[in-house]
T-cell receptor, first 112, second 112 residues
Framework: DTEVTQTPKHLVMGMTNKKSLKCEQHMGHRAMYWYKQKAKKPPELMFVYSYEKLSINESVPSRFSPECPNSSLLNLHLHALQPEDSALYLC???????????FGPGTRLLVL | AQSVTQLGSHVSVSEGALVLLRCNYSSSVPPYLFWYVQYPNQGLQLLLKYTTGATLVKGINGFEAEFKKSETSFHLTKPSAHMSDAAEYFCAVTPGGGKLIFGQGTELSVKP
């Protein structure tokens, strides 16, 4: 089983809203990732959590705040976003000792 | 630094024809190589991967790829295209440490 789930599937928010994206996996993977993908472009890495600790932050603006409450769950808290933040947000995970990333279906975010 | 080049941002084939999507990489260390497929409004699905061992790798949906170290290539092929193969394809490389480096993607169209 290589399933990563993401909720919600779609999200529309205003620039003053606060919202959260959720990612879950029950495969025992110990590394989890957030990516941002614009149309017709490859995914861009935002954050990496390894064993529930933030290990990589790719200089992402502070209006994006990741959280890893436990080994199965990854959140991305959003606040005061800009229209240019509209994109597909993808979550991925890997098992220990394996570099293969398994992706979720994504959350399509629109910022008005 | 690692990099990935996908030749051709758009490839069009007829149904039943050979599919060839090109990927060249640069890496200072033995790479792990991946091909992912992305259907519209979906996440990335792993097609196949090369880590070590046999250089001809078979994946899902009839796709395969051959790792050629001397040519630093990892081209994706399928003997006979199907309409359902129409999608965006991404080649990726990782030197380890949790980062995936993607090519710019190739959009495959399949004509009836």
């Amino acid at each position: 089983d290589t399933e990563v789930t993401q909720t919600p599937k779609h999200l529309v928010m205003g620039m003053t809203n606060k919202k959260s994206l959720k990612c879950e996996q029950h495969m025992g993977h110990r590394a989890m990732y957030w990516y941002k993908q614009k149309a017709k472009k490859p995914p861009e890495l935002m954050f990496v959590y390894s064993y529930e600790k933030l290990s990589i932050n790719e200089s992402v603006p502070s209006r994006f705040s990741p959280e890893c409450p436990n080994s199965s769950l990854l959140n991305l808290h959003l606040h005061a976003l800009q229209p240019e933040d509209s994109a597909l947000y993808l979550c991925a995970s890997t098992r220990t000792g394996d570099e293969t990333q398994y992706f979720g279906p994504g959350t399509r975010l629109l910022v008005l | 630094a690692q990099s990935v080049t996908q030749l051709g941002s758009h490839v069009s084939v007829s149904e039943g024809a050979l599919v060839l999507l090109r990927c060249n990489y640069s890496s200072s260390v033995p790479p792990y190589l991946f091909w992912y497929v992305q259907y519209p409004n979906q996440g990335l699905q792993l097609l196949l991967k090369y880590t070590t061992g046999a250089t001809l790798v078979k994946g899902i949906n009839g796709f395969e790829a051959e790792f050629k170290k001397s040519e630093t290539s990892f081209h994706l092929t399928k003997p006979s295209a199907h309409m359902s193969d129409a999608a965006e394809y991404f080649c990726a490389v990782t030197p380890g440490g949790g980062k995936l480096i993607f090519g710019q993607g190739t959009e495959l169209s399949v004509k009836p």
